[in-house]
């Protein structure tokens, strides 16, 4: 499991832009702390990964395979190993925030998902960015993780870290020479210490 690490937040000095910095960082560990204790965390997550959820949720009923292909590798990596797991009358027990839930919880997305300490966001309105630094030597890997700032916080954009994951999962995956099904079947049944089967390709009967 991955480990998160706490955030040490500087003294800064108290002005309005360092104030928010300040608010981005706390919501974060927020969200972090909700990850991996309660294995929650979606009152964290901003409304536009709120409809992500929800889309994500029926196409693990509905999308058939030719069209599941079509997504990224996480994108596929969830829903197929949610259908290896889950009946349909389970996933249709499911709402937005259950399913959110699930999937935090299930060790699929944990496999992928490797933020444990961001640097300085840089504030723009109700927006802020941050890099995320390596799991490894705390610098900057390249990629970057946006909050939106909403009635009740700064909510992480979760949707953008998936299309953020699949990018780098498409890369790795070209370098191993292996084609994303063989990716795929072979995360699924690692993680959750089942064999994929074809039946979790195609949406359910």
Same mark, same amino acid.
């Given at each position: 499991?991955?480990?998160?690490?706490?955030?040490?937040?500087?003294?800064?000095?108290?002005?309005?832009?360092?104030?928010?910095?300040?608010?981005?960082?706390?919501?974060?560990?927020?969200y /972090? +702390?909700?990850?991996? &204790?309660?294995?929650?965390?979606?009152?964290?997550?901003?409304?536009?990964?709120?409809? $992500? *959820?929800?889309?994500?949720?029926?196409?693990?009923?509905?999308?058939?395979?030719n069209?599941?292909?079509?997504?990224?590798?996480?994108?596929?990596?969830?829903?197929?190993?949610?259908?290896?797991?889950?009946?349909?009358?389970?996933?249709?027990?499911?709402?937005?925030?259950?399913?959110f839930?699930?999937?935090?919880?299930?060790?699929?997305?944990?496999?992928?998902?490797?933020?444990?300490?961001?640097?300085d966001?840089?504030? /723009? +309105?109700?927006e802020? &960015?941050?890099?995320?630094?390596?799991?490894?030597?705390?610098?900057?890997?390249?990629? $970057? *993780?946006?909050?939106?700032?909403?009635?009740?916080?700064?909510?992480?954009?979760?949707?953008?870290?998936?299309?953020?994951?699949?990018?780098?999962?498409?890369?790795?995956?070209?370098?191993?020479?292996?084609?994303i099904?063989?990716?795929?079947n072979?995360?699924?049944?690692?993680?959750?210490?089942?064999?994929?089967?074809?039946?979790?390709?195609?949406?359910?009967?």
């Amino acid at each position: 499991m991955i480990s998160f690490l706490c955030i040490t937040i500087s003294c800064f000095a108290q002005s309005d832009e360092a104030i928010t910095v300040k608010k981005v960082y706390e919501d974060f560990l927020h969200y /972090n +702390s909700a990850f991996v &204790k309660e294995k929650k965390g979606y009152h964290y997550i901003d409304e536009g990964s709120k409809r $992500f *959820i929800d889309t994500l949720l029926q196409q693990v009923l509905t999308l058939p395979k030719n069209k599941l292909m079509q997504l990224g590798p996480c994108n596929q990596l969830l829903i197929v190993g949610t259908r290896n797991l889950r009946t349909k009358k389970q996933v249709q027990d499911f709402d937005g925030e259950k399913f959110f839930n699930y999937l935090t919880s299930n060790g699929i997305l944990e496999s992928v998902f490797p933020i444990s300490k961001i640097g300085d966001p840089a504030i /723009n +309105s109700t927006e802020a &960015k941050a890099p995320i630094l390596s799991l490894f030597d705390e610098m900057p890997n390249g990629n $970057f *993780i946006t909050f939106y700032k909403e009635s009740d916080g700064w909510k992480l954009d979760f949707a953008g870290v998936i299309n953020d994951i699949n990018k780098d999962l498409t890369n790795e995956i070209k370098a191993r020479d292996k084609t994303i099904t063989e990716f795929v079947n072979l995360v699924v049944s690692r993680r959750t210490f089942k064999k994929v089967t074809a039946a979790a390709w195609e949406p359910y009967k």
